[in-house]
T-cell receptor
Framework: NAGVMQNPRHLVRRRGQEARLRCSPMKGHSHVYWYRQLPEEGLKFMVYLQKENIIDESGMPKERFSAEFPKEGPSILRIQQVVRGDSAAYFC???????????????FGPGTRLTVL | DQQVKQNSPSLSVQEGRISILNCDYTNSMFDYFLWYKKYPAEGPTFLISISSIKDKNEDGRFTVFLNKSAKHLSLHIVPSQPGDSAVYFCAARAIAGGTSYGKLTFGQGTILTVHP
């Protein structure tokens, strides 16, 4: 998973504050997925973005969560008015396509561990 | 609705022996399956994958078997090494071209411990 960068690696917020998580995909990748891992669970899909477009946000909570992937700069996952239940590890991933255009495996970043006090 | 299930939370194996990790799925639209390995405080690392048109894929010590009729796949590690100790996630992707957009559905993970 070398190449997908996430920062910060650890983020502590108090209830009601905002959390901003950043993801830079591998060089040459213009597609990003965000996943959330709650304690003792597997990763759950949140949102899929291309540059300047949200393609699939079916896994995003309806309120307080938003994501963007601007033309320049990293993808941002934003959580407003955080609550204790938002404490989790948030991972982003980018993928390659093979010569046939088929999507290959997703490469994950190291994650951001959000703790809400 | 847990579409991908790993029913064994943990597995303990002696070094040199075979490790077998299992995964079941319910969604018939899944056409591509992956195994990821994860160490604490790191992101998942891709290990091996298999397309639904195959029933076996091998890469060194790692082999993945797919039984479509049973909606079951397994990962075999032979021989197991202490460095294999990690959490293993099974993941599945729905048929390309649909509305899944390539998103992965993960199982809950199995903690593998390989004893020296």
């Amino acid at each position: 998973n070398a190449g997908v960068m996430q920062n910060p690696r650890h983020l502590v917020r108090r209830r009601g504050q905002e959390a901003r998580l950043r993801c830079s995909p591998m060089k040459g990748h213009s597609h990003v997925y965000w996943y959330r891992q709650l304690p003792e669970e597997g990763l759950k899909f949140m949102v899929y973005l291309q540059k300047e477009n949200i393609i699939d946000e079916s896994g995003m909570p309806k309120e307080r969560f938003s994501a963007e992937f601007p033309k320049e700069g990293p993808s941002i996952l934003r959580i407003q008015q955080v609550v204790r239940g938002d404490s989790a590890a948030y991972f982003c991933a980018s993928y390659t396509r093979n010569l046939s255009g088929r999507i290959n495996e997703q490469f994950f970043g190291p994650g951001t561990r959000l703790t809400v006090l | 609705d847990q579409q991908v299930k790993q029913n064994s939370p943990s597995l303990s194996v002696q070094e040199g022996r075979i490790s077998i990790l299992n995964c079941d799925y319910t969604n018939s639209m899944f056409d591509y399956f992956l195994w990821y390995k994860k160490y604490p405080a790191e992101g998942p690392t891709f290990l091996i994958s298999i397309s639904s048109i195959k029933d076996k894929n091998e890469d060194g010590r790692f082999t993945v078997f797919l039984n479509k009729s049973a909606k079951h796949l397994s990962l075999h590690i032979v021989p197991s090494q202490p460095g294999d100790s990690a959490v293993y996630f099974c993941a599945a992707r729905a048929i390309a071209g649909g509305t899944s957009y390539g998103k992965l559905t993960f199982g809950q993970g199995t903690i593998l411990t390989v004893h020296p």
